[in-house]
């Protein structure tokens, strides 16, 4: 999580939705479940002439898209179940052209590995060299890095050191810094008790949990209005 698999994929599907009559973008998460997929899929594909309102999600995908090449992204993907897979993709089976795409995002290897047709792109973290700048910027902006506040060099390639070249945690953690741009906070930041219950080399949890720790109070209690509801 936060290596920036669905940041890569929207870059990509920004720069080839052009090429597509029918571009659609699905975040499935932990529910992978064909008739949740196909409802929300259907609201993102134009209706067409002489549709019947009777027919089932899966009948009006496969109407929809007759004769149309369309984009399928399926963003976040935990859980593989042959049976669901088949159900969710037979309407698209039907569509009748070549050219079209699916993409999955997956963290889970043998998601991957069972839904692939070609060999799988496996995002690595950023090396140091790549994340620093990344960092840089999102304390920054376009002001030259470290500028007026040389002091805060140090503390802050630390802090990186700490961030295992995760881009979310760099950009979390960043903007967490950037709204206080003094050595104090920056101290309090790095020497945080936080960073001791990373449970592995994976774990973004604690610079995620840093920056919720520094919102203001009424911003935390939104934070939790936010997470009721769905995903």
Not at 20 to 25: A, D, G, L
Not at 110 to 121: E, F, I, Y
Not at 171 to 185: Q, S
Request: hydrophobic fraction near 40%; glycine fraction near 4%.
């Amino acid at each position: 999580g936060g290596i920036g698999k669905t940041t890569f994929t929207q870059h990509l599907y920004e720069e080839v939705k052009s090429h597509f009559q029918v571009p659609i973008w699905i975040c499935v998460s932990l529910n992978f479940n064909a008739n949740r997929l196909a409802r929300e899929i259907v609201k993102q594909i134009p209706e067409v002439n002489g549709e019947n309102k009777n027919w089932s999600e899966e009948e009006k995908i496969a109407q929809r898209l007759q004769s149309k090449r369309f984009l399928l992204v399926l963003d976040d993907m935990w859980t593989y179940h042959e049976d669901e897979w088949r159900k969710l993709l037979a309407p698209f089976r039907k569509a009748g052209t070549g050219g079209n795409m699916v993409i999955v995002t997956t963290r889970i290897p043998h998601v991957a590995k069972m839904v692939k047709t070609v060999d799988h792109l496996n995002l690595e973290r950023l090396r140091r060299e790549d994340i620093l700048p990344f960092f840089e910027e999102c304390v920054f902006g376009d002001q030259q890095p470290w500028k007026d506040h040389d002091v805060l060099r140090e503390v802050g390639e630390k802090i990186v050191d700490k961030l295992k070249g995760f881009p979310l945690a760099a950009k979390t953690v960043g903007r967490l810094l950037r709204n206080n741009l003094t050595f104090d906070h920056w101290t309090r930041v790095l020497d945080s008790k936080e960073w001791e219950l990373q449970t592995s080399d994976d774990d973004i949890m604690p610079a995620l949990k840093l920056s919720y720790d520094y919102l203001p109070f009424h911003l935390q209690q939104c934070f939790s209005y936010c997470a009721l509801f769905p995903e």
